[in-house]
């Protein structure tokens, strides 16, 4: 017997038509390329992205078609992500951190019929254009009198184009599992793989992402989203935000400390979300310019994820901001949300390092999310905190497979995704990541914790960033080594280090050496580039 009640597709376009009605003054301020802060509102963006709807039929733009945006956090860039969604095509965001052969190579395989930029990309449109032939225009997001004086071909202007739009739009009743988004993981290994986001994932993902007990995103936040609307579209903020009327704080290409601290300070956030190499540039900026963030500032949670948070960070945060921190894992199969770290009312008697300890682990499933460990031969691993095994996961906005089948099924015979990370599950459901299946260093048949021991060297005084790769041994198999860059001003030795680690982690997890470098390598998302350490590192011997 089937139930007896409407059914209605969640669809991209609902959110933004449920923000204008219940929500329309609500503020998106963006940090520009051409410069000021701009302010607008949700309905606002609802009449522009039904314009640009409009142009892009009249450009004939199909339902499927890929339309590709290389952008920064900003007010054009969430009408894009409106009005290509919502009339059926496909918002295409491209990081455009990547290398240029990547950057072509994804536009292609995507087929992107048309190309948003932003003003500070025009150089690099300029060289990509000629290989691209898929894209029979290239819109610059800015007025007429911004244009870029560079030679690209078939080049349009964003606001010259949108003036001709009409402000209403139908928005089609698709199916909601139609595709609404596109976004290719970074890949770190091999070609970039598409990540084809449908309707009903996004629309799920935005209810999860604004429920209390996940990231509790709501009309009464000021959310400062430093995660890049290319990176798994923002950790879905843009559209969460729509749906809960949250003002979003949209920080353009300015993503350097002081423009992240003013913005906080100017726009009252009470929420900000990125990953921790965005923080630790805000830290460096509080500490050389003095600053008092918990007086200045009304910060009430911080969202950390992209990598692991360290106790130091979330500590920082707590003392010097006034702000809890909501430790979060997710990937761009996961749209990204998979875990959050928020305590239990049987924590809050804990001592202080013991609650500490479980605010360092990922979390937990909000509902919608399952997950679980195995070991090598897919045996389900104990959740006991302590097994750790291959993460799996599954759910309605997990990925089943890789935009035009690259890779083949994605998923195991039971329907669970492998995540490529390691981790523990306790018996609460906290999740907590080890590490990179390809970065866990193996010592002696057992495994260290790369992910742990720089959590553990970055709480020393004098470090400002740590990486630990694992260095070939002739015993052992592999040994840690930890590679180490100095806070400015600061001095400390190898011996000082392994002492520090001592009192913190197992002795046979203390690093054989310690390497002092200027900086560390950094993926196009932030994440610490092991693979370009390791390489540094390939002919380092540790000592006897
Ligand atoms: P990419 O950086 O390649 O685009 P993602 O952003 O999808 O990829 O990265 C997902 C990976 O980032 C996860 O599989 C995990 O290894 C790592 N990661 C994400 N959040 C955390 C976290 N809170 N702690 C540790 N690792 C994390």
Redesign the pocket.
């Known amino acids: 017997m089937l139930g007896l009640m409407q059914h209605q597709s969640l669809l991209v376009s609902s959110l933004i038509e449920h923000a204008a009605l219940n929500h329309p003054q609500a503020e998106i301020v963006s940090r520009t390329s051409e410069g000021p802060v701009h302010r607008t509102s949700y309905g606002e963006v609802a009449r522009r992205a039904a314009q640009m709807a409009n142009v892009l039929t009249r450009l004939g733009v199909q339902q499927g078609d890929r339309i590709g945006t290389l952008a920064w956090n900003g007010y054009r860039h969430m009408e894009l992500y409106y009005a290509v969604s919502g009339m059926g095509a496909v918002l295409h965001t491209i990081n455009p951190r990547l290398f240029k052969e990547q950057i072509e190579y994804i536009v292609n395989h995507a087929e992107d019929q048309y190309l948003f930029f932003d003003i500070g990309f025009a150089a690099l449109v300029a060289e990509l254009a000629p290989q691209l032939p898929t894209v029979k225009a290239f819109v610059a997001m800015t007025d007429r009198a911004h244009m870029p004086q560079v030679d690209i071909p078939r080049l349009q202007c964003y606001e010259e184009l949108i003036e001709g739009g009409a402000p209403a739009f139908a928005w089609p009743e698709l199916d909601e599992n139609t595709a609404a988004s596109l976004c290719y993981?970074?890949?770190?290994t091999g070609h970039p793989k598409g990540v084809l986001y449908s309707h009903r994932s996004i629309v799920l993902h935005s209810m999860s992402a604004c429920s209390v007990d996940s990231l509790a995103l709501s009309g009464a936040d000021s959310a400062l989203v430093v995660v890049p609307m290319f990176?798994?579209n923002a950790w879905g903020m843009p559209y969460a935000g729509a749906m809960c009327g949250a003002k979003l704080v949209l920080p353009g290409p300015s993503l350097d400390g002081k423009s992240i601290y003013e913005l906080m300070r100017d726009e009252r956030v009470t929420m900000a979300l990125g990953v921790p190499t965005v923080w630790l540039m805000l830290f460096r900026h509080v500490d050389t310019e003095g600053l008092e963030p918990r007086r200045e500032l009304c910060l009430r949670s911080c969202v950390?994820?992209?990598?692991?948070?360290a106790v130091s960070m979330i500590e920082r945060f707590e003392q010097d901001f006034g702000a809890t921190v909501m430790?979060?894992?997710?990937?761009?199969?996961m749209s990204?949300l998979g875990t959050v770290c928020k305590l239990l009312p049987k924590h809050e008697a804990l001592p202080l390092e013991a609650r500490r300890k479980i605010q360092a682990k990922?979390g937990r499933n909000p509902f919608g999310v399952t997950m679980k460990i195995t070991d090598d031969d897919g045996h389900t691993l104990p959740r006991d905190g302590k097994a750790f095994g291959h993460l799996l996961v599954k759910g309605p906005w997990v990925v089943a497979s890789y935009f035009r089948g690259e890779g083949g099924d994605q998923l195991d015979e039971n329907g669970y995704f492998d995540?490529?990370?390691v981790a523990t599950i306790d018996p609460d459901g906290y999740m907590h990541?080890t590490d990179?299946a390809k970065d866990v260093i193996k010592s002696g048949g057992e495994w260290i914790s790369s992910?742990d021991l720089e959590n553990a060297a970055v709480g020393h005084p004098a470090v400002a960033e740590a990486a630990v790769i694992g260095i070939a041994h002739p015993k052992w198999q592999e040994r840690p080594l930890l590679v180490v860059v100095r806070k400015a001003g600061h001095e400390v030795t190898r011996e000082d280090l392994l002492t520090y680690l001592a009192e913190r982690v197992a002795k046979w997890w203390l690093p054989d050496d310690v390497a002092f470098v200027e900086e560390l390598p950094h993926?196009a998302?932030g994440?610490l580039q092991k693979m370009k350490l390791r390489e540094q590192f390939r002919d380092y011997s540790l000592p006897a």
């Not at 993981?185 to 770190?188: D, F, N």
């Open positions: 993981t970074s890949g770190t990176h798994v950390i994820g992209g990598s692991a948070a430790h979060a894992w997710g990937m761009t199969e990204p990922q995540t490529g990370d990541i990179r992910i993926t998302t994440k």
